[in-house]
């Protein structure tokens, strides 16, 4: 599954020059953690956040610094944070550049970078221009793929298509977003092959597998370009 397949289209954004008012009043109708700033063209040249509310909430006394900045000057995260607190406006106050990612990432793509760089949502940019927006709400209701949409997945992309297995040679059951597996297969490649690609289809919660193989042919593997190639790699 794409960004593109779980992004909101209809996105709320916000100018540079929008009073923060403004944005504080958009963000509580319409009941969303941050906005993207976006110039006269639609470029993403940043992002408003409820952090960047809270820090200007705490204000000047409340900004850490390091020890000696009276000599050394001040640290580069304690001059982005007084002018957040001093900020008037969405382009004062928002985090620039922007973490943008693009409509044809797969999912555990944005799950790795809002992990890594700790953010709620992710505007969605073709080029730099805005279409739409993920947040991590949308990320979990990925899980909410039906289990019979999860059984076609398997059966037609990865065994058939993919792995070249007749589906009846293989027993699958999806319950609850769990995949169980069993059955003998011809090469313990095939099996290990087949666990990473059901693992890595979006909404398996679990693989329970009984597979068994009848050639242990462990340094044999489809090639991993193949298996990027046809989306099962990332």
Same mark, same amino acid.
């Given at each position: 599954?794409?960004?593109?397949?779980?992004? !909101? #289209?209809?996105?709320?954004?916000? #100018?540079?020059?929008?009073?923060?008012?403004?944005?504080?009043?958009?963000? !509580?109708?319409?009941?969303? !953690?941050?906005?993207?700033?976006?110039?006269?063209?639609?470029?993403?040249?940043?992002?408003?956040?409820?952090?960047?509310?809270?820090?200007?909430?705490?204000?000047?006394?409340?900004?850490?610094?390091?020890?000696?900045?009276?000599?050394?000057?001040? !640290?580069?995260?304690?001059?982005?944070?007084?002018?957040?607190?001093?900020?008037?406006?969405?382009?004062?106050?928002?985090?620039?550049?922007?973490?943008?990612?693009?409509?044809?990432?797969?999912?555990?793509?944005?799950?790795?970078?809002?992990?890594?760089?700790?953010?709620?949502?992710?505007?969605?940019?073709?080029?730099?221009?805005?279409?739409?927006?993920?947040? #991590?709400?949308?990320?979990?209701?990925?899980?909410?793929?039906?289990?019979?949409?999860?059984?076609?997945?398997?059966?037609?992309?990865?065994?058939?298509?993919?792995?070249?297995?007749?589906?009846?040679?293989?027993?699958?059951?999806?319950?609850?977003?769990?995949?169980?597996?069993?059955?003998?297969?011809?090469?313990?490649?095939?099996?290990?092959?087949?666990?990473?690609?059901?693992?890595?289809?979006?909404?398996?919660?679990?693989?329970?597998?009984?597979?068994?193989?009848?050639?242990?042919?462990?340094?044999?593997?489809?090639?991993?370009?193949?298996?990027?190639? #046809?989306?099962?790699?990332?």
């Amino acid at each position: 599954m794409k960004v593109k397949d779980v992004m !909101s #289209r209809d996105v709320v954004a916000v #100018r540079p020059e929008t009073p923060l008012k403004e944005a504080a009043r958009l963000m !509580s109708t319409y009941g969303i !953690s941050g906005l993207p700033v976006v110039d006269e063209s639609g470029a993403v040249v940043g992002v408003v956040s409820e952090a960047d509310f809270l820090l200007k909430e705490r204000g000047f006394d409340e900004i850490p610094d390091r020890p000696f900045a009276w000599l050394l000057g001040e !640290s580069r995260a304690a001059k982005a944070a007084r002018t957040k607190v001093a900020a008037a406006t969405a382009g004062e106050m928002m985090s620039s550049p922007a973490e943008t990612i693009a409509p044809e990432a797969t999912l555990r793509e944005a799950a790795a970078l809002m992990v890594e760089r700790r953010i709620n949502r992710l505007p969605v940019t073709r080029g730099d221009h805005l279409i739409g927006i993920v947040t #991590r709400a949308d990320l979990v209701r990925a899980y909410l793929r039906p289990d019979d949409e999860i059984h076609r997945i398997i059966r037609d992309d990865i065994l058939l298509k993919t792995l070249w297995l007749a589906p009846d040679r293989v027993e699958l059951e999806v319950s609850e977003g769990v995949v169980r597996l069993a059955e003998m297969v011809d090469r313990r490649s095939t099996v290990e092959s087949l666990l990473r690609m059901v693992a890595d289809v979006d909404g398996v919660v679990a693989v329970d597998s009984a597979l068994r193989w009848q050639l242990d042919n462990s340094d044999v593997r489809l090639p991993e370009e193949d298996l990027v190639a #046809r989306g099962y790699r990332r």
